[in-house]
């Protein structure tokens, strides 16, 4: 069982910064693929960022590659989502999300555990 909590979301102007953290308890965070996924009103949930369980490997949408970088450290079972250069279409709730398995996956079906979200909003 892992549980996930997500924080750092909030409103920031187009071209700012924001950096989501999720904090997941349970034994089996250590070895278990995470991801973020994001929803806006009237849309489907959309993959953001993968990354397997040692860190080695990560993913990301065309739409974040080159702005958004996803780390985690698991000596503090912390997954984190960096965002830089935020454009208005980056507003949405966000959700970490993990995996038994330790590979990543962009697939939400394949995943286990979701936290509640954080809501981003960029300003144009």
């Known amino acids: 069982q892992v549980q996930l909590v997500e924080s750092g979301g909030g409103l920031v102007q187009a071209g700012g910064s924001l950096r989501l953290s999720c904090a997941a308890s349970g034994r089996t965070f250590s070895s278990s693929a995470m991801g973020w996924f994001r929803q806006s009103p009237g849309k489907e949930r959309e993959f953001v960022a993968t990354i397997s369980w040692t860190g080695g490997s990560t993913y990301y949408s065309d739409s974040v590659k080159g702005r958004f970088t996803i780390s985690r450290d698991n000596a503090k079972n912390t997954v984190s989502l960096q965002m830089n250069s935020l454009k208005p279409e980056d507003t949405a709730a966000y959700y970490c999300?993990?995996?038994?398995?330790?590979?990543?996956?962009?697939?939400?079906?394949?995943?286990?555990?979701w936290g509640q979200g954080t809501q981003v909003t960029v300003s144009s």
């Open positions: 999300a993990a995996r038994l398995p330790p590979w990543g996956s962009r697939l939400s079906d394949e995943y286990d555990y």
